[in-house]
């Protein structure tokens, strides 16, 4: 029976801009480093150092090659956040590109994106809407 998930992959094309982009510029703290001594390297981040569900960065053009079929598009991720103004004013002070931040029917909720031009949603929890 699965009971967590525990890691989110995001393929991206520079492993190192991406670890400045979430550790910099979002506040994400680097979990681990690992290097397999062929030439495949992942960095695990997450918003604190015991969140329980992680990203692990992966050089996209590696899996590529590797020809496991594996879906390289960045998924969609939403991170909630119980200060969305406060969240907003960081990332636009820290250059990040940053979307307004709209009302919806389960609260306020805006979306970032990364020096690659992924994006991502944060959203203000709600406790009408999401478990707490």
């Known amino acids: 029976m699965i009971n967590i998930l525990g890691q989110v992959m995001v393929y991206v ?3 190192d801009e991406a ?3 979430w550790t910099e510029k979002v506040g994400f703290a680097i979990i681990s480093e690992e290097d ?3 030439g495949m390297s992942w960095i695990e981040i997450a918003p604190q150092k015991n969140s329980q569900t992680t990203i692990v960065l992966h050089n996209k053009e590696v899996i590529a090659k590797m020809g496991t079929g594996i879906n390289l598009g ?5 991170f909630f956040t119980e200060d969305i103004e406060a969240l907003h004013v960081k990332l636009s002070n820290n250059n990040v ?15 970032f994106a990364d020096n690659e ?9 709600n406790k009408q809407y999401y478990k707490l």
Not at 74 to 78: A, R
Not at 98 to 108: A, D, L, Q, R, T
């Open 13 to 15: 094309n520079n492993q």
């Open 19 to 21: 670890v400045k982009f």
């Open 36 to 38: 397999n001594g062929e």
């Open 74 to 78: 960045t998924p969609s991720l939403l």
């Open 97 to 111: 590109l940053v979307g307004e931040i709209i009302n919806m029917p389960f609260g306020k909720t805006f979306n």
């Open 117 to 125: 031009q992924n994006y991502f949603a944060v959203a203000e929890r």
